[in-house]
């Protein structure tokens, strides 16, 4: 397995556009977690899934942003009409709920700018 | 809510010993972590501690954890310029649907040669 991967890497949009990012997570996890990372800051939690249950979102996540898991697998994160202020790194991490740890293994990111 | 604390910078001589120190204020947390960040990469897991744990040593890491004070700490024995990264405490409890951590904004460690 190659770890959890994040595409794109980096992304340039201008405000008022809509962006998606995906994540696939380690294979055998069934927990993904969506996080945001602003300069300066350590990650802000916006949302988990389990399996494709979506069990908890942050207030951070506004109604601009929607997150999904379809199948239990990869999972979509979308920002719609985006702001200034949405400019960050967006951190996709897996995990196996079973593991009494529960460890996250995180993505390297995408970058989103706003201009 | 849990609000964890650390402090922004710590700068070493290589070989010194690192000492980077993390405050949190929810006493249900179960575990605490580290995570280390190099510049444009994600987090990578260190090691963590089980709150029921004063003492967890790995190799050149050794975490300590006050629960009574809420004070974690992490050591770096014989600190190398490969560790000059900025490094996150993380709190997190598990039960039920809750499943996600809280993160301190981070201590830069930069080692000097």
């Known amino acids: 397995d190659t770890g959890v991967s994040q595409n794109p890497r980096h992304k340039i949009t201008k405000r008022g556009q809509n962006v998606t990012f995906r994540c696939d997570p380690i294979?055998?996890?069934?927990?993904l977690y969506w996080y945001r990372q602003t300069l300066g800051q350590g990650p802000e939690f916006l949302t988990y899934?389990?399996?494709?249950?979506?069990?908890?979102k942050s207030r951070l996540l506004s109604d601009r942003f929607s997150a999904e898991r379809p199948k239990g697998s990869f999972s979509t994160l979308e920002i719609q009409r985006t702001e200034q202020g949405d400019s960050a790194m967006y951190l996709c991490?897996?995990?196996?709920?079973?593991?009494?740890?529960?460890?996250?293994?995180f993505g390297e990111g995408s970058r989103l700018t706003v201009l | 809510g849990e609000d964890v604390e650390q402090s922004l910078f710590l700068s070493v001589r290589e070989g010194d010993s690192s000492v980077i120190n993390c405050t949190y204020t929810d006493s249900s947390s179960t575990y605490l972590y580290w995570y280390k960040q190099e510049p444009g990469a994600g987090l990578q897991l260190l090691t963590y501690i089980f709150s029921n744990m004063d003492m967890k040593q790995d190799q050149r890491l050794t975490v300590l954890l006050n629960k009574k004070d809420k004070h974690l700490s992490l050591r770096i024995a014989d600190t190398q310029t490969g560790d000059s990264a900025i490094y996150f405490c993380?709190?997190?409890?598990?039960?039920?649907?809750?499943?996600?951590?809280?993160f301190g904004k981070g201590t830069k460690l930069s080692v000097k040669p």
């Open positions: 899934f389990q399996n494709e249950a979506q069990l908890e």
């Open positions: 993380a709190a997190g409890s598990y039960g039920g649907s809750q499943g996600n951590l809280i």
């Open positions: 294979s055998e996890h069934n927990r």
């Open positions: 991490a897996s995990s196996w709920a079973r593991v009494v740890s529960g460890e996250l293994f």
